[in-house]
């Protein structure tokens, strides 16, 4: 049998080995695996060799390749144009499937609109705290006042640490409540049910305590869990370093399926 090794070896990573034959479906986080954190969530770039990897991987894995966010999907596909994916935004509070269709979470609104409204006023008197606003969530940023993470938490924790129908997720130097009870396990189970993911084994890389729960419903399903990262905590089985090394996984990933489909062997 012809056998790809689609993974780097010999480096500090540890990663899997995939065959072209194995059909993976591939999940990816977006800040801090697919892009670099800035200092304003709107200010992250996505390198050309990256978009450009998505969109290899898209056309040789039948269009099993999504990315799994907190962000919504407008800013992804701003971030990801002209590559369009399917996409779990908001944590799987919203979903773009392959067809394009968007399935949504039901969502206190009004609940949720109190909150920003107070959080607004909050970061008034907190320069260097950003409020984010996003469909069926907010998230509290403060990357500029690494000070403020207590008073941050203790503010989050309060406002909507009992509210029923509300998750508090923390990552890095950002606290977010969202309404809607998912997360995004079930944003990668709901993928793989569904064409072109069904059937497929699932690989899912992300670098954040949100993605522990896409690790856990990955490893339940056989697939392989590649954390990003200093790695300590994580129920993912591989890692990678950094997004640079993400960024090299997958421009090799890209390479060997090609290769596959076009019959010849990749030297290295
Ligand atoms: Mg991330």
Redesign the pocket.
Known sequence: MRYHRLMLEGSQSKLPAIRAEDGIALFL?????LVDFASHPDDVVLLERTRKSLQRLHERLGGAVAIITGRDIETVDRITAPVHLPIAGVHGLMRRDANGQVHHMAVDDEALERIRAQLDVWSKDHPGVLVERKPGAVALHYRKRPDLEDACAHLMDEMGGGLEGFLLLR?KSVIELRGGGTDKGQAIKAFISEEPFAGRKPVFA???VT?EDGFRAVNELGGVSIHVGESAGTVAAYRLDDVDQVRGWLADVAEHLEAAAAGTEVRR
Do not use: A, F, K, S
Request: glycine letters at 30%; proline letters at 0%.
């Open positions: 986080d977006l800040d801090g695996t990552g992300g670098d954040d993605d």
